[in-house]
């Protein structure tokens, strides 16, 4: 008897053990963000996070522009929770609602409190962050956690392997 009520519960827990949990916040990568630069930029700098806080490192990537004034834009829906210039830097971020990206060195018009979508533009590049080659430099933060951006518009988690040609109806 008890091994029959035990069935049944694996059989009622079961389908939901696979299940994320709800979409009420963007709290982990998924891979699904647009790129904040266009056409899909090269990487010139990677994330490299320093081991302790204090230490130096790169909190977030280099992503190169095709030229200096390139528009940026937002590469998921938020708001805008600053704009304006942290010691000589020009910084905006963005609230995705779980997680944050502060873009530098951008020039913006928006205030803070500002509602963008997907792909709004947010600002354009200024120079200065890598060296004469006009870059972006983009930070992904979870509190004061720094994660990899490039995990937000690259699906970097282990891949499950599907047919390469997609079967149609
Ligand atoms: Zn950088």
Do not use: Q
Request: hydrophobic content about 40%.
């Amino acid at each position: 008897m008890k091994a029959s009520i035990l069935a049944v519960l694996v059989l009622l827990i079961a389908p939901l053990a696979g299940e994320g949990p709800a979409e009420t916040a963007i709290d982990e990568p998924r891979g699904n963000w647009s790129w904040p630069l266009s056409p899909e930029p090269a990487v010139l700098r990677a994330f490299d996070p320093p081991d302790k806080p204090w230490l130096s490192g790169h909190r977030g990537v280099d992503l190169k522009a095709t030229a200096s004034a390139t528009p940026v834009t937002s590469p998921e829906a938020g708001t805008v929770t600053f704009a304006g210039v942290v010691v000589d830097r020009p910084v905006i971020t963005i609230d995705h609602g779980g997680v944050k990206s502060s873009f530098e060195p951008v020039e913006s018009s928006l205030a803070v409190g500002t509602a963008v979508s997907k792909g709004d533009v947010i600002g354009t590049v200024l120079p200065g962050h890598c060296g004469d080659i006009p870059c972006l430099h983009w930070g992904v933060r979870r509190g004061e956690e720094y994660l990899d951006p490039l995990s937000f518009v690259r699906d970097l988690r282990p891949s499950i392997l599907l047919p390469l040609t997609a079967r149609g109806p």
